[in-house]
């Protein structure tokens, strides 16, 4: 039987939305660098299937991944090889390629994800608000509860 992190690659690098839908809350709330708190599926497969216009043919690896022992938390960390070939945020393509590493801490209810978080190496962050002038959120508060905290 596959994995949560294993379906979400293969049906994302595929296009395969049906099994895509099947892995999501339809009340599901996304928190990505480019898209901070999309909520509802209708929203987060917009986001997702942006990713095939800019980027086209893009592959995916998943890496590592991580459940709690109840199932209700999850942790996967993937790699995607890119082409920007297609619009991004309404900015052209710029022809460059690329890989990014992301890792996506994915809250679950009845096995389905009903919050997403995902992380990106910031060294990819910083080249696209360089290389394209692109803002993203300065503010992006952690929706989960703190669980210690410190400071000097």
């Known amino acids: 039987m596959s994995s949560l992190g294993e ?19 339809e009340d599901v709330i996304l928190y990505a660098p480019f898209a901070w708190k ?16 800019t980027y086209p043919g893009l592959r995916v690896a998943l890496h590592d991944e991580f459940h709690n022992a109840d199932n209700t938390r999850a942790v996967f960390r993937y790699a995607w090889d890119w082409h920007n070939t297609g619009p991004f945020h309404g900015q052209p393509p710029t022809g460059r390629r690329g890989t990014t590493i992301e890792t ?11 919050e997403q978080i995902v992380s990106t190496n910031n060294l ?29």
């Open 7 to 25: 379906k979400f690659v293969l049906a994302w690098a595929t296009q395969d939305w049906e099994s895509f839908a099947q892995l999501y809350d």
């Open 38 to 53: 999309v909520m509802g599926f209708p929203a987060v497969l917009k986001v997702a299937s942006g990713f095939h216009v």
């Open 104 to 114: 996506h801490t994915v809250r679950l209810r009845d096995g389905r994800i009903t």
């Open 124 to 152: 990819a962050l910083i080249s696209l608000q360089l290389e394209r002038g692109l803002e993203f959120p300065l503010v992006t508060p952690d929706p989960a509860l703190e669980i210690v905290s410190a400071s000097v």
